[in-house]
């Protein structure tokens, strides 16, 4: 099988991450998605592109990558032998009045937009957070007292066969993880979001509420946002708190920083390699079990060759 046009070769990660990490992949794909309702109450719409790439990399035997926007992963300094598909929608979230349906490449920023806009509440505590709609399903993204899937009524996924609907319910969720997460073959083409109405008000203070803790407590320098998730009861301290209480805050291998404005996030300074990232990783957690008896669990997702 010929390569598709819209396939490149050798195409760097760092640009594709909000840490700016990261070698080449051999392939790469930046696909707009464009999913619509259908009137039969299902989607239609999954691009050709993304099946002709699914295509490819299966003809070659390739692993596949499905990449939102970046702002969860880690990317290696030996790049990803494989495909790296790009999602994004070109085309926006679709507000019937009755429904949503956002496709797995919008930005989250939209639907908070289009909440503010039309007084819709539920996604207010996504306020300034980075990234797709199909990275926020796979991590269940959360933050400000929300979780992604407190949003959702219904998945659709390709299984690289079939398009599934899926309602969303407690087993396909916890906390920051997903039925996604433990089933990679599963590609999340969209989903249908719970609509409530309260008032563009009470929506547009709350947003605003949202961004200013945000801007008061985490760093504006290139991140991947919390590096550890939080560990489990009976501790009931966060990861971030740990690592500051140890004085960790600032610390650095290479370019890779502990914030100082948060110690779960890690900050490019500049010319970070992967490596760095990794050290970094390496020797909080090291302090972290030595002090508390805690060993961090990753929260990123680290893609490609180390
Ligand atoms: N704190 C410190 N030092 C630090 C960091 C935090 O003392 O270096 C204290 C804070 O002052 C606060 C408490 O720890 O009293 C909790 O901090 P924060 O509100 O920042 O919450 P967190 O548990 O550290 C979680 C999520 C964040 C999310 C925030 C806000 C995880 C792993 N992290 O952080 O999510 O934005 O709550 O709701 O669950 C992410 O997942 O990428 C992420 C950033």
């Known amino acids: 099988m010929q390569i598709p046009d819209f396939i490149q070769r050798n195409e760097p990660l760092a640009r594709y991450s909000t840490l700016g990490v990261g070698g080449k992949a051999d392939y790469f794909a930046n696909v707009d998605i464009g999913i619509r309702e ?31 926007g970046g702002s969860n992963i880690l990317f290696g300094d030996l ?3 494989g495909l790296v598909v790009r999602l994004r929608d070109d085309s926006g979230v679709n507000f019937s009045g009755r429904n949503i349906l956002a496709s797995a490449g919008t930005m989250v920023s939209e639907l908070v937009q289009l909440g503010r806009h039309h007084g819709l509440t539920g996604f207010e505590f996504l306020a ?10 796979y991590g269940n993204a959360g933050c400000y007292g929300g979780q992604f899937w407190d949003t959702v009524e219904r998945v659709y996924f390709f299984d690289g066969e079939y398009i ?17 997460k433990q089933r990679p073959n599963l590609i999340i083409l969209a989903v ?16 605003r509420d949202v961004l200013r803790r945000r801007s008061g407590s985490q760093p504006k320098a290139r991140s991947v946002g919390c590096i550890f998730k939080n560990p489990p009861p009976p501790c009931k301290v966060g990861a971030g708190r740990l690592i500051d209480s140890l004085g960790l805050r600032t610390v650095r291998v290479g370019g890779a920083m502990i914030s100082k404005e948060h110690g779960n996030f ?3 300074t500049g010319d970070a390699t992967a490596s760095d990232f990794i050290d970094l990783i390496g020797e909080a957690r090291a302090r972290v079990h030595g002090a508390f008896g805690i060993m961090l669990e990753e ?8």
């Open 38 to 68: 259908n009137n039969i109450g299902g989607i239609c719409g999954a691009s050709q592109q993304l099946l002709e790439a699914y295509d490819f990399a299966r003809d070659k035997d390739l692993d596949i990558f499905i990449l939102g």
């Open 164 to 180: 599934h609907g899926q309602d969303a319910s407690p087993d396909m969720f916890s906390y920051r993880t997903s039925l996604f």
């Open 266 to 268: 890690f900050v490019n």
């Open 128 to 137: 300034g957070l980075p990234g797709t709609v199909g990275g926020a399903i």
């Open 299 to 306: 929260e990123i997702i680290r893609v490609g060759g180390f």
């Open 192 to 207: 249908q979001l719970k609509l409530k109405l309260l008032g563009k008000n009470v929506v547009a203070i709350r947003t």
């Open 79 to 81: 790049g990803f032998g």
